[in-house]
């Protein structure tokens, strides 16, 4: 006779206990395969074989892995990593195959937010990741539905004509992400410019690109509104003048593209005449060349005397060479 199914508590249920029923449904710490573990989607936070991947290679070696990762499950049976992406790459660099991980079912807002968390406090981290980072965090808080008074698809900053300074602007979102972190909202709203930047101006404002050549970060901010082929006219300059621009330059640049009147050429010419800062000096310790002045001369009487020696010996170098 088939039993009766009155809608009521099974045994074990009733004798099981609330620290069991917990333990049942906490998170708990499992061993995957490394190759089931595909990276987050846009991953914004570069993995590279730097200093600080060498000591956590060295760390993992010496001690194993001490933290698990943290993932979440996706449909076809492999996992998305949420926090982890260095301890992978570093346990891949040792041979291992496994990894410990905690498993977490997390929607696409929810992962994205875990993700840029876990990583934003890092010390070393590229400006431009800081950018997609912020920018990822808020647009997954406006899906959430909480308060996003910015666009992060259309991030303007508004300028004082006059003075080419920044005035502000308010957004409680980025507020609170601004506590969070530890930066004020009209930086974060700049570091969001950086996405706008064409990757090799990226890479030189991170500081990453193979020629070595880098920009501050208040130009790129700048440099962020001109057009994608005004920043490819702008890279090619940059490479075949091995200068980049100053500030003023900068805004300069920005102008004249807001009006549509910024050219290849212009940008050509700016960036071949040589700024202040880099030209060539030359200097020394006046104690180095002390010695060969009468003690009473001053410093301008040495100068001049230096100067009329140079003319001297060019004069004389340059009969020389006539003959």
Known sequence: MPKLDLGLPSYDSLFSTEEERQEANSEKV?????DKITDFKEHPFHVTMDEDMAKLIDSIKENDMLMPALVRPKPDGTYEMISGHRRKFAMSQLGRTEMNVIIRDL????ATILMVDSNIQRENIYPSERGYAYKMRLEA???????VDINVDDVHVEYDKTTSNQVGWKSESAAKLGEQVGVSMNQ?????????LIEPLQEMVDGRNENEIKIAFNP????SYLTESEQFDLVN?????????SLAQCQ?????SHDGELTADFIEDTLSEEKPNQREKLSFQMKEIDKYFPKDYTPGKKRDLIIHLLESWAKKRSREQER
Do not use: C, W
């Open 237 to 245: 300059a940059i490479i075949e003048n091995q200068r980049t621009p």
């Open 107 to 110: 929607d696409d807002d929810q």
């Open 30 to 34: 499992m061993t995957i395969s490394i």
């Open 220 to 223: 790129a901010v700048e440099l």
């Open 188 to 196: 974060i709203r700049r570091f969001i410019r950086l996405t706008y």
């Open 252 to 256: 300069e640049f920005k102008r004249l």
């Open 141 to 147: 808080m406006k899906h959430q539905g909480k308060k």
